[in-house]
Protein backbone atom coordinates (compact mmCIF):
# COMPACT_ATOMS: atom_id res chain seq x y z
CA UNK A 1 0.00 0.00 0.00
CA UNK A 2 1.82 2.83 -0.95
CA UNK A 3 1.72 5.83 1.08
CA UNK A 4 1.81 9.26 0.15
CA UNK A 5 4.04 10.35 -2.05
CA UNK A 6 5.60 14.04 -3.47
CA UNK A 7 7.88 15.46 -5.87
CA UNK A 8 10.29 17.22 -6.68
CA UNK A 9 12.69 16.42 -3.33
CA UNK A 10 14.28 19.37 -3.08
CA UNK A 11 14.54 22.61 -5.31
CA UNK A 12 16.58 25.79 -5.39
CA UNK A 13 14.68 28.90 -6.93
CA UNK A 14 15.13 32.71 -7.20
CA UNK A 15 13.06 35.36 -6.17
CA UNK A 16 10.61 35.66 -7.92
CA UNK A 17 10.44 32.66 -9.77
CA UNK A 18 8.00 30.29 -9.45
CA UNK A 19 7.86 26.76 -8.65
CA UNK A 20 4.80 24.07 -8.52
CA UNK A 21 5.28 21.14 -6.26
CA UNK A 22 3.19 17.73 -6.46
CA UNK A 23 1.37 15.28 -4.03
CA UNK A 24 -0.31 12.29 -4.99
CA UNK A 25 -2.24 10.70 -1.86
CA UNK A 26 -2.07 7.74 -0.27
CA UNK A 27 -4.27 4.69 -1.96
CA UNK A 28 -8.06 4.87 -1.13
CA UNK A 29 -7.60 8.85 0.23
CA UNK A 30 -9.11 11.55 -1.47
CA UNK A 31 -8.51 14.51 0.47
CA UNK A 32 -5.50 16.46 0.31
CA UNK A 33 -3.85 19.22 2.60
CA UNK A 34 -0.36 21.56 1.95
CA UNK A 35 1.10 22.44 4.56
CA UNK A 36 4.15 24.66 4.88
CA UNK A 37 7.30 23.85 7.82
CA UNK A 38 9.80 26.31 8.62
CA UNK A 39 12.93 25.73 10.24
CA UNK A 40 12.47 24.90 14.19
CA UNK A 41 8.19 25.54 13.79
CA UNK A 42 5.38 23.03 13.33
CA UNK A 43 4.04 22.80 9.75
CA UNK A 44 1.24 25.53 9.51
CA UNK A 45 -1.70 24.89 7.37
CA UNK A 46 -1.77 26.39 3.54
CA UNK A 47 -5.10 25.21 2.54
CA UNK A 48 -6.66 22.02 1.68
CA UNK A 49 -8.65 20.08 -1.58
CA UNK A 50 -11.63 17.78 -1.67
CA UNK A 51 -13.34 16.97 -5.09
CA UNK A 52 -10.98 19.07 -7.25
CA UNK A 53 -12.41 22.51 -5.17
CA UNK A 54 -9.99 24.17 -2.48
CA UNK A 55 -12.31 23.48 0.81
CA UNK A 56 -10.27 25.21 3.40
CA UNK A 57 -7.83 27.36 2.98
CA UNK A 58 -4.60 28.73 5.92
CA UNK A 59 -3.26 32.45 6.29
CA UNK A 60 -0.84 32.12 3.07
CA UNK A 61 -1.16 35.25 0.61
CA UNK A 62 -3.19 34.54 -2.65
CA UNK A 63 0.27 33.60 -4.28
CA UNK A 64 -0.19 30.33 -3.00
CA UNK A 65 -2.70 28.29 -5.16
CA UNK A 66 -3.39 24.42 -5.91
CA UNK A 67 -5.21 22.22 -8.02
CA UNK A 68 -6.51 18.85 -7.33
CA UNK A 69 -6.80 16.56 -10.12
CA UNK A 70 -9.52 13.64 -11.16
CA UNK A 71 -7.27 11.29 -9.58
CA UNK A 72 -7.15 12.75 -6.52
CA UNK A 73 -3.49 14.33 -7.21
CA UNK A 74 -2.52 17.67 -6.37
CA UNK A 75 0.12 20.67 -6.81
CA UNK A 76 1.00 23.63 -4.88
CA UNK A 77 2.00 26.24 -7.39
CA UNK A 78 3.67 29.32 -5.71
CA UNK A 79 4.56 32.76 -7.84
CA UNK A 80 7.15 35.75 -6.79
CA UNK A 81 9.23 33.52 -4.34
CA UNK A 82 10.13 35.45 -1.76
CA UNK A 83 13.27 34.43 0.58
CA UNK A 84 10.62 33.49 3.48
CA UNK A 85 9.06 31.11 1.09
CA UNK A 86 12.11 28.66 1.92
CA UNK A 87 10.85 26.08 3.67
CA UNK A 88 9.56 22.33 3.92
CA UNK A 89 6.52 21.60 2.11
CA UNK A 90 3.88 18.97 3.30
CA UNK A 91 1.40 17.05 1.66
CA UNK A 92 -1.29 15.35 3.46
CA UNK A 93 -3.66 13.17 2.49
CA UNK A 94 -7.03 11.59 4.32
CA UNK A 95 -10.38 10.62 3.46
CA UNK A 96 -13.34 12.36 4.57
CA UNK A 97 -14.65 9.82 7.13
CA UNK A 98 -15.10 10.11 10.29
CA UNK A 99 -12.05 9.36 12.52
CA UNK A 100 -9.48 9.25 9.16
CA UNK A 101 -6.71 11.42 10.09
CA UNK A 102 -4.03 12.76 7.97
CA UNK A 103 -1.12 11.35 6.86
CA UNK A 104 1.62 13.06 5.93
CA UNK A 105 4.28 12.86 2.57
CA UNK A 106 8.09 13.13 3.00
CA UNK A 107 7.87 16.60 2.11
CA UNK A 108 9.99 18.82 -0.90
CA UNK A 109 12.35 21.56 0.74
CA UNK A 110 12.36 24.54 -1.00
CA UNK A 111 15.03 26.75 -1.24
CA UNK A 112 14.71 30.09 -2.31
CA UNK A 113 18.18 32.36 -2.99
CA UNK B 1 -4.56 32.28 15.15
CA UNK B 2 -5.08 29.20 17.18
CA UNK B 3 -1.81 27.69 18.35
CA UNK B 4 -0.58 24.57 20.25
CA UNK B 5 1.45 24.98 23.00
CA UNK B 6 4.49 22.08 23.82
CA UNK B 7 6.94 22.92 26.47
CA UNK B 8 9.90 22.05 26.62
CA UNK B 9 11.58 22.55 23.67
CA UNK B 10 14.40 19.64 24.04
CA UNK B 11 13.97 16.80 26.83
CA UNK B 12 16.99 15.00 27.32
CA UNK B 13 16.86 11.24 29.11
CA UNK B 14 18.97 8.02 29.51
CA UNK B 15 17.66 4.84 27.44
CA UNK B 16 15.44 2.77 29.32
CA UNK B 17 13.70 5.33 30.85
CA UNK B 18 10.08 6.79 30.48
CA UNK B 19 9.42 10.28 29.30
CA UNK B 20 6.35 12.25 29.51
CA UNK B 21 4.99 14.98 27.07
CA UNK B 22 2.00 17.18 27.05
CA UNK B 23 0.42 19.83 24.84
CA UNK B 24 -2.36 22.44 25.79
CA UNK B 25 -4.44 24.95 23.98
CA UNK B 26 -6.33 28.28 25.02
CA UNK B 27 -8.93 26.43 22.74
CA UNK B 28 -11.25 22.91 22.68
CA UNK B 29 -10.39 20.56 20.11
CA UNK B 30 -12.23 17.48 18.94
CA UNK B 31 -9.35 15.91 17.85
CA UNK B 32 -6.13 16.04 19.04
CA UNK B 33 -2.90 13.60 16.97
CA UNK B 34 0.66 13.23 17.98
CA UNK B 35 3.47 12.60 15.52
CA UNK B 36 7.21 12.27 15.41
CA UNK B 37 9.07 13.77 12.36
CA UNK B 38 12.75 12.91 11.59
CA UNK B 39 15.25 15.06 10.35
CA UNK B 40 14.08 15.92 6.12
CA UNK B 41 10.74 13.72 6.79
CA UNK B 42 7.28 14.38 7.07
CA UNK B 43 5.56 13.78 10.61
CA UNK B 44 4.78 9.62 10.98
CA UNK B 45 1.32 9.42 12.99
CA UNK B 46 1.84 7.97 16.37
CA UNK B 47 -1.61 7.77 18.12
CA UNK B 48 -4.87 9.69 16.94
CA UNK B 49 -7.74 10.34 20.03
CA UNK B 50 -11.09 11.65 19.47
CA UNK B 51 -12.62 11.60 22.79
CA UNK B 52 -12.70 13.24 25.64
CA UNK B 53 -11.08 11.21 28.23
CA UNK B 54 -9.73 9.10 25.82
CA UNK B 55 -6.25 7.03 26.65
CA UNK B 56 -4.67 5.12 23.94
CA UNK B 57 -2.10 3.24 23.00
CA UNK B 58 0.35 1.79 20.38
CA UNK B 59 3.46 -0.30 21.38
CA UNK B 60 4.91 1.94 24.15
CA UNK B 61 3.11 4.83 23.66
CA UNK B 62 0.59 5.84 25.58
CA UNK B 63 -1.57 9.31 24.83
CA UNK B 64 -4.76 10.59 26.27
CA UNK B 65 -7.26 13.15 25.14
CA UNK B 66 -7.89 15.79 28.30
CA UNK B 67 -11.46 15.76 29.51
CA UNK B 68 -11.19 19.58 29.04
CA UNK B 69 -10.79 19.01 25.47
CA UNK B 70 -8.03 21.77 25.89
CA UNK B 71 -4.98 19.17 26.17
CA UNK B 72 -2.96 15.77 25.56
CA UNK B 73 -0.57 13.73 27.24
CA UNK B 74 1.90 11.68 25.49
CA UNK B 75 3.98 8.86 27.71
CA UNK B 76 6.98 6.68 26.06
CA UNK B 77 8.08 3.89 28.46
CA UNK B 78 11.30 2.18 28.22
CA UNK B 79 12.55 4.55 25.59
CA UNK B 80 15.45 3.08 22.81
CA UNK B 81 17.52 5.20 20.89
CA UNK B 82 15.31 4.93 17.67
CA UNK B 83 12.63 7.40 20.23
CA UNK B 84 15.18 10.54 18.95
CA UNK B 85 13.14 12.88 16.75
CA UNK B 86 10.79 15.67 17.38
CA UNK B 87 7.24 15.02 18.87
CA UNK B 88 4.57 17.16 17.27
CA UNK B 89 0.82 17.40 19.01
CA UNK B 90 -2.14 19.07 16.59
CA UNK B 91 -5.84 19.47 17.29
CA UNK B 92 -8.46 19.70 14.79
CA UNK B 93 -11.00 22.19 15.94
CA UNK B 94 -14.50 21.10 16.43
CA UNK B 95 -17.66 22.17 13.73
CA UNK B 96 -15.16 21.73 10.97
CA UNK B 97 -16.02 18.90 9.38
CA UNK B 98 -14.17 15.71 9.77
CA UNK B 99 -11.39 16.67 7.35
CA UNK B 100 -10.57 20.01 8.78
CA UNK B 101 -6.59 21.19 9.30
CA UNK B 102 -4.61 20.42 11.82
CA UNK B 103 -2.83 22.98 14.17
CA UNK B 104 0.43 21.80 15.17
CA UNK B 105 2.45 22.58 18.48
CA UNK B 106 6.03 23.89 17.90
CA UNK B 107 7.24 20.45 19.14
CA UNK B 108 9.45 19.02 21.25
CA UNK B 109 12.75 17.64 20.30
CA UNK B 110 13.64 14.07 22.37
CA UNK B 111 17.30 12.85 22.79
CA UNK B 112 18.01 9.83 24.88
CA UNK B 113 21.60 8.83 25.62
CA UNK B 114 23.02 5.03 25.72
Known amino acids: DAGVTQSPTHLIKTRGQQVTLRCSPK?????VSWYQQALGQGPQFIFQ???????QRGNFPDRFSGHQFPNYSSELNVNALLLGDSALYLC????????????FGPGTRLTVL | GQQLNQSPQSMFIQEGEDVSMNCTSS?????WLWYKQDPGEGPVLLIA?????ELTSNGRLTAQFGITRKDSFLNISASIPSDVGIYFC??????????????FGKGITLSVRP
Open chain 1, 92 to 103: ASSSPAFRHPQY
Open chain 1, 27 to 31: SGHDT
Open chain 1, 49 to 55: YYEEEER
Open chain 2, 27 to 31: SIFNT
Open chain 2, 49 to 53: LYKAG
Open chain 2, 90 to 103: AGQAPHTGANSKLT
